[in-house]
């Protein structure tokens, strides 16, 4: 957190806030220290790039050795694909609609591509659109480990790949995500829910003649439990910046944390709150623990509460800050932060700034930009 505050207190007349700031030192120590943590417990490390959405930190994260990177929508593959991506994994139950299946295509062209799917329903339609006997094409079925969002039961994994596999389907494996492991305290049991899970799939397909080569676990707050026997990749994603959850949950120290929020506070009439630059346009609505949108480094308060425009700061103990004064905020989620960003301001510890370009804005306005 002192890199952070320092970092504020040098830049400051700078910034143009909002603005999302990335520390460069902390983020190639998190990218270096993941994949030192992966290159140790013998699992390939497949980032997830929603996070950072940059082409710049996806470079980084390969040169440091990744095995490929995992992606949520066809728009970030392909903008990644462009840069010369050539191995990705959707780990989200893409609907092969028929835009959806010709961009598919077409990203095989140049992308070994491992599509999740998690439904019968899903198979029929990929078959349905030609995509059957595909090179290059694979699906990794998702199933659920207790997060209770999309997967089929462990048991129904086997079921599901043999479906897929006698339908002409290549099933390079299974995957799950721990989302469960979010809550405080949580994370140590849902790793554990989520190696029994991919355990129990893994077997389930080699029951029915087709060996996992593909054995996926997550994320973030469950890395340091995700190396377990019989799991072969990890996709955490947020790992490259960390955010104020991560460290309230233990899962990082402060030091850890690489991007925060430069925002200004701009209105503070007599009788009336600490208003900031931020609001939900800039951070989303995530909370944490304690119902704070995000805080300020090194104390000095924390959002309670966010029109789409205007950040409500309370300065808590620190006392009221000035109108006019910059601050760094960090952000409960960072990766809602990014998407709503066009650019990350990457300081580096010598003063330099570099721009990362963000390249995805969303997946409804991808689908505009294509129409
Ligand atoms: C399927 C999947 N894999 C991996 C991740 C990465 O999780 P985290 O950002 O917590 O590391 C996510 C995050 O939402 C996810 O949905």
């Known amino acids: 957190m002192d890199r952070i505050i320092d970092a504020v207190r040098q830049h400051r007349d700078a910034f143009d806030t909002p603005a999302v700031v990335v520390l460069g030192e902390v983020l190639r120590e998190n990218i270096a220290r993941m994949q030192a943590f992966a290159d140790g417990h013998g699992v390939a490390l497949r980032p997830h790039v929603k996070t950072h959405k940059s082409v710049d930190i996806g470079r980084m994260q390969l040169a440091a050795g990744a095995s490929g990177i995992t992606v949520s929508d066809l728009h970030q593959a392909e903008v990644f694909a462009a840069d010369g991506v050539d191995d990705i994994f959707l780990a989200f139950p893409l609907w092969p609609s028929a835009p959806k299946a010709a961009r598919v295509r077409r990203l095989l062209e140049t992308v070994d591509l491992k599509l999740g799917l998690d439904s019968h329903e899903a198979v029929d339609a990929t078959v349905d659109r030609g995509l059957a006997g595909v090179d290059r094409l694979e699906l990794v079925i998702e199933v659920d480990c207790g997060g209770r969002r999309s997967g089929v039961a462990p048991s129904a994994a086997g079921d599901l790949a043999r479906y897929a596999a006698?339908?002409?389907?290549?099933?390079?494996?299974?995957?799950?995500?721990?989302?469960?492991?979010?809550?405080?305290?949580?994370?140590?049991?849902?790793?554990?829910?989520?190696?029994?899970?991919?355990?129990?799939?893994?077997?389930?397909?080699?029951?029915?003649?087709?060996?996992?080569?593909?054995?996926?676990?997550?994320?973030?707050?469950?890395?340091?439990?995700?190396?377990?026997?019989?799991?072969?990749?990890?996709?955490?994603?947020?790992?490259?910046?960390?955010?104020?959850?991560?460290?309230?949950?233990?899962?990082?120290?402060?030091?850890?944390?690489?991007?925060?929020?430069?925002?200004?506070?701009?209105?503070?009439?007599?009788?009336?709150?600490?208003?900031?630059?931020?609001?939900?346009?800039?951070?989303?609505?995530?909370?944490?623990?304690?119902?704070?949108?995000?805080?300020?480094?090194?104390?000095?308060?924390?959002?309670?509460?966010?029109?789409?425009?205007?950040?409500?700061?309370?300065?808590?103990?620190?006392?009221?800050?000035?109108?006019?004064?910059?601050?760094?905020?960090?952000?409960?989620?960072?990766?809602?932060?990014?998407?709503?960003?066009?650019?990350?301001?990457?300081?580096?510890?010598?003063?330099?700034?570099?721009?990362?370009?963000?390249?995805?804005?969303?997946?409804?306005?991808?689908?505009?930009?294509?129409?």
Do not use: K
């Open 166 to 371: 006698d339908r002409g389907l290549e099933v390079a494996g299974v995957f799950t995500y721990p989302g469960h492991g979010w809550a405080l305290g949580a994370a140590e049991g849902a790793a554990h829910d989520q190696t029994a899970a991919l355990a129990a799939a893994a077997s389930g397909l080699r029951e029915v003649g087709i060996e996992p080569r593909i054995v996926s676990a997550g994320s973030t707050p469950t890395f340091a439990w995700s190396a377990a026997p019989g799991i072969t990749e990890i996709r955490p994603g947020e790992y490259v910046f960390f955010s104020m959850d991560h460290c309230d949950h233990g899962i990082c120290s402060p030091d850890e944390i690489a991007l925060f929020v430069a925002t200004t506070v701009v209105s503070a009439g007599p009788g009336n709150p600490q208003i900031i630059d931020v609001g939900t346009m800039a951070i989303g609505r995530e909370v944490d623990d304690r119902g704070h949108y995000g805080r300020i480094a090194g104390g000095g308060g924390a959002v309670t509460r966010v029109n789409e425009y205007h950040g409500f700061l309370d300065p808590g103990e620190s006392p009221p800050h000035p109108i006019g004064t910059v601050l760094p905020l960090i952000p409960t989620h960072s990766c809602t932060a990014v998407q709503n960003a066009s650019e990350l301001l990457v300081l580096e510890a010598d003063g330099t700034v570099d721009r990362f370009p963000v390249q995805q804005l969303g997946p409804m306005l991808a689908a505009r930009e294509r129409s």
